[in-house]
């Protein structure tokens, strides 16, 4: 597929007028051609007017229309699956096969999104009929629709370069929502960006949408994305990436004369806790599990399961071995940039110097960017005195924490932050335990799960990612699944208007056959 490097603003392909950078393929250390444009402050003004103008046309489009044009999106991806995958593969030094598995899976979350928006539940239609005769006061007529919060920025993941990327579950909310997308890809897989970006243009215009529906933009250093997130037209943020970044773009929005929302999904360590039957009945299969998990995509997932905690006793050494084995027989593999692989090194040499112990490596790196994966313990007294061991190392390396007796696991439980999930691994003689932990885990985390680990997850109503900050910046909301509709969107109400002025889905005839709530019931 041919590249061309440039910006998308809308319909119009545009030169760097910031300089280019060229994609590295982590691999072999080798620059890929084309160069990419970058832009600044300038392109933010062009496209934030753009997607502004566009609000208008595309909030108001029907449902049917909506929900066509993310279906329109999803076989446009399906389309270049294979192109798209391979590219990803090179710059991101991850399989090709997995990735064509995180394409199609792209493509599915916005035919998902079109499903919801065909459905209408999103809407949250609610009426209130008018009471002329209440007592004090008549109630006038009271209807209510949410509609789109303006136009979204949304910085791409490095991670999934896919499925969290230009073509991701933000972009698939979003514009599932009504709201302009204004993308600011991420530099570690420019090429993938653009023939996700192509596919999602061509869709706007094969549905005769607003160009300005759409744009993607891509910067040099953090002033592009400064600017995007200071912008007047831009209405809410979302972002997936370091606690650092996210926090630094966080409190600009926040600092903005129109202070707005930031969706930030930042950090976790996605904790497991071996209870002591489970531990004594199944330790060696649950601890090789948990580094099988760890290791998924080289570490480098929100959802690795970082730290195991487990009580010592019967079973403990069995579940360390089967650790330690699992782990050694683990190759190193490419991690997603130099950047990120030296990050990974850090983090680990932050967690020995805490005082934790190194129990177990992978085969050994052979090339530059290859992360080597590690096993490391450390006693509860020390996780508890120590907090940069509970802090998220993004890599292939796990922590076993062993604790004295229960006590000292619910002690645990009770220093960490805010998570996306938690694992418990359990047998019927644990349940007294797991309802004196459930508490403290239900306020730290957003997602938690019996007897398996939370990676993979499942896109769907019910699923949650998100959680208490630090692993979100807002822990009402999801990044992943249909309900990450709801931080794009805002309620109005509409008193005492006449019939034919109010929005369809909510006239009195109910046009569009939309489940509505009529006084609450
Ligand atoms: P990142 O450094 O936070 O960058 C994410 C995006 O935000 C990039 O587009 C970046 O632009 C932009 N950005 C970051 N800081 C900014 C700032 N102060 N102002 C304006 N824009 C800013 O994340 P990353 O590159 O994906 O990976 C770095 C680390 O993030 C990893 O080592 C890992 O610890 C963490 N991470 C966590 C998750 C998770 O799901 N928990 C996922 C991915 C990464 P530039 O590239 O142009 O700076």
């Known amino acids: 597929m041919q590249l061309t490097g440039n910006l998308f603003i809308g319909a119009h392909e545009v030169a760097a007028s910031e300089g280019t950078l060229q994609a590295l393929a982590p691999a072999t250390n080798e620059l890929i051609e084309p160069p990419f444009a970058l832009g600044g402050s300038a392109e933010v003004e062009r496209a934030a007017t753009l997607a502004d103008e566009a609000f208008d046309s595309y909030s108001h489009t029907s449902l049917a229309e909506r929900a066509a044009f993310l279906e329109r999106i999803a076989d446009n991806l399906d389309a270049v699956r294979q192109p798209l995958a391979a590219r990803a593969a090179l710059e991101t030094g991850l399989p090709q096969a997995q990735l064509e598995?995180?394409?199609?899976?792209?493509?599915?979350?916005?035919?998902?999104?079109?499903?919801?928006v065909r459905r209408g539940r999103f809407l949250h239609l609610a009426i209130d009929p008018e009471q002329p005769e209440r007592q004090p006061r008549p109630r006038m007529d009271h209807r209510l629709q949410k509609m789109a919060i303006g136009p979204v920025a949304i910085f791409g993941a490095s991670n999934f370069p896919i499925a969290y990327s230009v073509a991701g579950g933000d972009t698939a909310s979003a514009l599932a929502a009504g709201a302009p997308v204004i993308l600011k890809a991420h530099n570690a897989h420019p090429g993938a960006s653009e023939i996700m970006a192509r596919a999602i243009r061509q869709a706007v215009r094969d549905c005769g949408l607003h160009e300005g529906v759409f744009s993607m933009l891509r910067g040099g250093g953090n002033a592009l994305g400064e600017a995007l997130v200071e912008h007047p037209l831009v209405k809410a943020v979302a972002f997936t990436g370091s606690e650092r970044g996210g926090m630094a773009l966080y409190r600009r929005a926040q600092l903005r004369p129109e202070p707005i929302p930031v969706f930030c999904e930042m950090t976790s360590v996605n904790p497991t806790f071996v209870l002591p039957h489970a531990v004594e009945e199944r330790g060696a299969s649950i601890g090789d599990g948990f580094i099988e998990r760890m290791l998924v995509n080289v570490g480098q997932a929100c959802l690795k399961p970082a730290i195991l905690v487990a009580v010592e006793g019967d079973g403990l050494d069995a579940l360390r071995q089967a650790m330690i084995q699992r782990l050694r027989t683990s190759p190193a593999r490419t991690m997603l940039t130099p950047g990120i692989h030296a990050a990974y090194g850090e983090?680990?040499?932050?967690?020995?110097?805490?005082?934790?112990?190194?129990?177990?490596?992978?085969?050994?790196?052979?090339?530059?960017?290859?992360?080597?994966?590690?096993?490391?313990?450390?006693?509860?007294?020390?996780?508890?005195?120590?907090?940069?061991?509970?802090?998220?190392?993004?890599?292939?390396?796990?922590?076993?924490?062993?604790?004295?007796?229960?006590?000292?696991?619910?002690?645990?439980?009770?220093?960490?932050?805010?998570?996306?999930?938690?694992?418990?691994?359990?047998?019927?003689?644990?349940?007294?335990?797991?309802?004196?932990?459930l508490p403290i885990l239900e306020r730290r985390t957003g997602r938690i799960v019996v007897n398996a680990f939370s990676h993979p997850q499942e896109v769907s109503f019910a699923s949650i990612h998100g959680g208490p900050f630090p692993a979100s910046t807002d822990s009402r909301f999801t990044s992943v699944g249909m309900t990450a509709i709801e931080r794009f969107l805002r309620p109005v109400c509409y008193q005492g208007f006449p019939d034919e002025l109010l929005p369809e889905a909510l006239r009195a005839a109910n046009p569009l056959g939309l489940p509505r709530s009529l006084d609450g019931q």
Do not use: C, W, Y
Request: net charge negative; no cysteine.
């Open 101 to 116: 598995g995180e394409a199609a899976k792209a493509a599915t979350q916005f035919r998902q999104f079109a499903e919801v």
């Open 347 to 437: 983090g680990l040499d932050a967690l020995l110097s805490a005082g934790a112990q190194r129990i177990a490596e992978g085969s050994p790196a052979e090339a530059a960017n290859d992360g080597a994966a590690a096993l490391l313990e450390v006693d509860g007294r020390r996780f508890l005195a120590e907090p940069v061991l509970a802090g998220e190392v993004f890599g292939p390396a796990a922590l076993l924490v062993t604790v004295r007796d229960t006590e000292e696991m619910l002690a645990v439980a009770r220093s960490l932050r805010g998570q996306l999930s938690a694992t418990l691994q359990l047998e019927n003689g644990d349940l007294p335990l797991a309802r004196r932990l």
